[in-house]
């Protein structure tokens, strides 16, 4: 158990701290279409992005998928920067026409797996509980999102409903800010 709250709490880190700007703005980006009446299609997107980057976290413990990671560093904000764009042409936001989130999470979230992978790649496969390891920071990592995506509806709802701000408008201004940052990491990481 002292290994899965290890494990747990690097999860945790992984999304909450000042060091994960990149995977904050991946959530804010995903999650920008969405309002708190969607919390059901928001968790499975999360969980649909922690299935993703668990997968190639998993598969780079083994060392079964390597990449440099200089490499994925620069992919981590294109990813961003993707999905942001990808918002600025949704007009209406009904789970049919929302589904490509789903798409980006999963896809996406394997390329974040990856930036991860590396730094820890070592501690888990030096330790004995591999399972127990990865199943900690999977969770760590789902409850960090999950901290980040409810901050994130609660905001959405304060600036629809009380600033009386249309949707269409509040996506558009939480996307290009969301973008604009990525971009910018882009453009430093290469």
Request: cysteine-free; hydrophobic content about 60%; charged content about 15%.
């Amino acid at each position: 158990m002292q290994d899965f709250v290890f494990y747990f709490e690097e999860g945790w880190k992984h999304i909450i701290s000042s060091d994960a700007l990149d995977h904050q703005l991946f959530i804010a980006a995903l999650a920008a279409i969405y309002t708190l009446r969607d919390w059901k299609q928001v968790l499975i997107l999360v969980t649909a992005f922690t299935i993703g980057h668990s997968l190639t976290l998993a598969l780079s413990v083994l060392d079964i998928v390597r990449i440099n990671s200089k490499l994925v560093e620069v992919l981590i904000p294109v990813t961003i920067v993707i999905t942001a764009f990808s918002n600025l042409f949704q007009r209406k936001f009904t789970p049919r026409t929302v589904r490509i989130n789903y798409f980006l999470a999963l896809f996406f979230g394997l390329i974040h797996g990856l930036g991860f992978a590396n730094s820890i790649r070592m501690m888990l496969a030096s330790d004995q509980s591999l399972g127990w390891g990865l199943f900690g920071f999977n969770v760590g990592l789902e409850a960090g999102q999950l901290v980040v995506v409810l901050v994130l509806l609660l905001f959405a709802k304060i600036i629809l409903d009380f600033f009386r701000v249309e949707r269409r408008e509040y996506v558009i201004f939480v996307s290009a800010a969301v973008f604009g940052l990525s971009a910018v990491m882009v453009l430093e990481r290469i």
